[in-house]
């Protein structure tokens, strides 16, 4: 029996087309039916022109195409045109702007799409006002972030040799009470414990210190089994490399580089979205894979458990969220503001070079490849996390077989963070 789904209330929409046998889900396709085209609208562009365009393939992930998007700029002025360095000042700007943006798509999505969905699925009524709690984290990140970059979404400040903004002391300490007005909200609402003692957690054995929201869902996902459920297969890569990730690829409890050389992107026939994998693999990209990979002490305590099931998934992203917080905070301390924003001239000429620039988005590693031929942009490639997790055999995918109910696999599909408008570039 063939059940059609449209899943709704993410960025964009997608279909989901279940093959059950004798009740139970053989095979998912996963459909994303809608083209935007972002790849064919930059060619014959000035190169400097895609850091304009493609911030605009994401309303939610749009700060990490721009990082993506310059960093492919400057590998290919660094390897062809001119060697340069940006300071740690623009560094640490990028860093903190792309954290604010992760911490608000995190939140979000704990309230607006796991908590609601999950009281569905358990047939719970509640009259609990989630929006509201996470449009305050998300405007209050979103105006400590504008202070570096003028405004979200669809910032351009990130240039090829560092960035735009030259922030005064007075900025930074604005930022500041911003990001600790957050942080205040995560410890009363979401932990219940202070931030510094929920990172310091090493096991899932100290998790009852939990009091707050998080305590709630991640209970609620342990009684009614999702800690068994949504396992997918144990595979998961990295490429961005921060202060709140490193590159690198794991399957189980082994750590290894990853190179880009080995990504393969392919069609998918019936969906406009590309797919991609690694040396013919499939792997997970995103939160839980940037704890694996890290190896994050609670997240392999957790995953030692639980494998990569949906409470693990979920419990990684909320956890990524903390450790976000506290990166953004010690950015902000240490911020040396006395430094140059930008080391490499506007008018420097962009004519013949190929690039690559990577950046960890909210859903996972994002690359963007750029090939400059007589000042124009000749080929631009988009590699979205989606493509990763969301492809017809990827993640996502085999998060669902062995399911009984479209409803709950539907739930399974969005801990994955679910976007479409991203893989239909």
Known sequence: ????????????????????????????????????????????????????????????????????????????????????????????????????????????????????????????????????????????????????????????????????????????????????????????????????????????????????DFARILFMLGKNGFGKIGQSYDRFIVFGNSKFSMPGKATATTVSGADIKFVQEFEQEGSFAKAVKYKDKFFEAGPLARGIVAKEPVIKSMHKKYKDSTLTRVFARIYESAKLLYVANEILKNLRIMQDSCTLDSKIRLEEFEGIGVAEAARGSLIHKTEIENGKIKDYQIITPTQWNLANGAAAAKAMIGLRSENIASFVFKTFDVCSVCTTH
């Open 1 to 212: 029996m063939i059940v059609k789904k449209l899943i709704e209330k993410i960025e964009g929409e997608a279909e989901l087309e279940f093959d059950f046998q004798d009740g139970v889900i053989r095979n998912v396709d996963i459909k994303f039916n809608l083209y935007r085209g972002i790849e064919e609208i930059l060619k014959n562009k000035a190169p400097r022109d895609a850091l304009v365009i493609t911030p605009r393939v994401c309303g939610i992930c749009n700060h990490a195409h721009l990082i993506a998007s310059v960093g492919a700029l400057e590998d290919g002025i660094n390897r062809s045109v001119k060697k340069f360095e940006i300071t740690e000042k623009a560094r640490d700007i990028r860093e903190f702007t792309l954290a604010c943006e992760l911490i608000q798509n995190h939140i979000k999505w704990l309230y607006l799409t796991i908590f609601p969905n999950l009281n569905r699925v358990l047939n719970i009524q509640e009259s609990k006002n989630y929006a509201l709690k996470a449009m305050y984290v998300s405007n209050t990140v979103t105006k400590a972030l504008a202070i570096f970059a003028g405004q979200w979404p669809h910032s351009s400040y990130a240039v090829p040799g560092g960035v735009t903004c030259d922030p005064t002391f007075v900025e930074v300490m604005q930022a500041k009470s911003y990001i600790e007005d957050v942080i205040r909200f995560f410890e009363n609402v979401v932990l219940g414990i202070k931030l510094e003692e929920f990172l310091a957690i090493k096991s899932v054995t100290n998790l009852d210190k939990l009091k707050g």
